[in-house]
């Protein structure tokens, strides 16, 4: 988000020519964007620890985040699938810099903690160090990391997980908490196990409670029916989060906010949502132009509306300010 004003203005006063500006800015965003990091890792751990339910809606690019901001949201989620549904490559094609680079620009657009989608890793141990430490880097306020054959399978979008040893699993989780631990302690790990289809629930719980012992903060197993959903909470160790796969073919229940609390989740993750509503409502639009040249799902007033709350999401008027202060008149008044 932009910076308030009258940090710009005070800036320019303490310079006595560009060059000296241009250094007090870059430094001062450096320090500032340092900061900010540090906090959004606490400020995570404070939400946590508190007594709210925490909803996530995935995020692909920065305005989905902001508008969860702007709205009230607390968190938001950066998912592997929107992020390879964006890029037209699915999320098993998907490199590590490449979720670490969405992820870190959607952190960097917004003061609300972003939990991002690891994968299984990017890789073995080792491997799983060095992602946690990307995302960390990045801004990232907390990472999700899966039980998963890594590289991950086209397929595992019907639903066929390969799930690697349970113990090769638990030193993934070790390495990648040491690494939390010795780059922000505050950062926060969380243990995705990807085996109740298969393996069975209780697999995935013995899993996670592994995690828990390893270090993870938090967990995610993947329910197939109701009863086993009601069950995660009661038999996990730590704090659960639950993932609403909005037009899953595999039977998986959705529920709303309140009843996930009832239950004891701690956070859901909405892991579709903005992707789907967006790729159905822009391709009913471009369906109907094409068949009649026109477009009528939205009134001119609703576009306005649209366009003037992209705007302010992004900062629009600080911009302005700043010309104002610099290149342009203050003359044009507010659009």
């Given at each position: 988000m932009p910076r308030p004003i009258g940090a710009f203005c005070f800036l320019k006063s303490?310079?006595?020519?560009k060059t000296e500006f241009n250094c007090y800015f870059w430094c001062t965003l450096r320090t500032t964007r340092e900061t900010d990091m540090e906090k959004i890792t606490t400020k995570l751990r404070k939400?946590?620890?508190?007594?709210?339910?925490?909803?996530?809606?995935?995020?692909y690019y920065p305005l989905c985040a902001l508008v969860?901001?702007?709205?009230?949201?607390?968190?938001?989620y950066v998912g592997g699938y929107v992020t390879g549904g964006s890029k037209a490559v699915s999320e098993p094609l998907l490199s590590m810099s490449e979720q670490v680079n969405v992820a870190g620009e959607i952190a960097q657009s917004c003061s609300?903690?972003?939990?991002?989608?690891?994968?299984a890793g990017f890789g073995e141990p080792l491997h799983c160090?060095?992602?946690?430490?990307?995302?960390?880097?990045a801004g990232v306020a907390g990472v999700h990391i899966e039980d998963q054959l890594y590289p991950k399978r086209a397929h595992y979008h019907k639903y066929v997980a390969h799930a690697i040893?349970?113990?090769?699993?638990?030193?993934?989780?070790?390495?990648?908490?040491?690494?939390?631990?010795?780059?922000d302690p505050d950062f926060v790990v969380i243990v995705r196990s990807d085996t109740c289809r298969f393996e069975g629930f209780g697999e995935a719980v013995k899993r996670v409670n592994m995690g828990a012992e390893e270090g993870a903060d938090m967990g995610l197993i993947f329910p197939t029916n109701h009863e086993e959903a009601v069950q995660a909470p009661k038999e996990c160790a730590i704090p659960m989060v639950y993932v609403q796969?909005?037009?899953?073919?595999?039977?998986?229940?959705?529920?709303?906010?309140?009843?996930?609390?009832?239950?004891?989740?701690?956070?859901?993750?909405?892991?579709?949502?903005?992707?789907?509503v967006s790729f159905h409502h822009a391709k009913k639009a471009l369906e109907e132009i094409h068949a009649t040249g026109s477009y009528t799902g939205m009134t001119d007033a609703e576009n306005i509306s649209a366009r003037q709350g992209i705007e302010d999401a992004i900062g629009l008027e600080d911009y302005y300010l700043i010309e104002e202060e610099t290149v342009e008149e203050k003359k044009w008044g507010k659009r």
């Open positions: 303490l310079a006595h020519n939400l946590l620890a508190g007594d709210d339910f925490l909803y996530m809606p995935a995020a969860a901001q702007q709205i009230g949201l607390k968190t938001a609300i903690p972003i939990i991002a989608d690891a994968g160090m060095r992602t946690v430490r990307e995302f960390i880097s040893p349970a113990d090769e699993f638990a030193y993934k989780i070790r390495y990648a908490c040491r690494e939390r631990d010795t780059k796969s909005r037009g899953n073919r595999d039977g998986r229940p959705l529920y709303g906010n309140n009843e996930l609390r009832d239950m004891g989740y701690k956070a859901c993750i909405d892991a579709q949502l903005w992707l789907t």
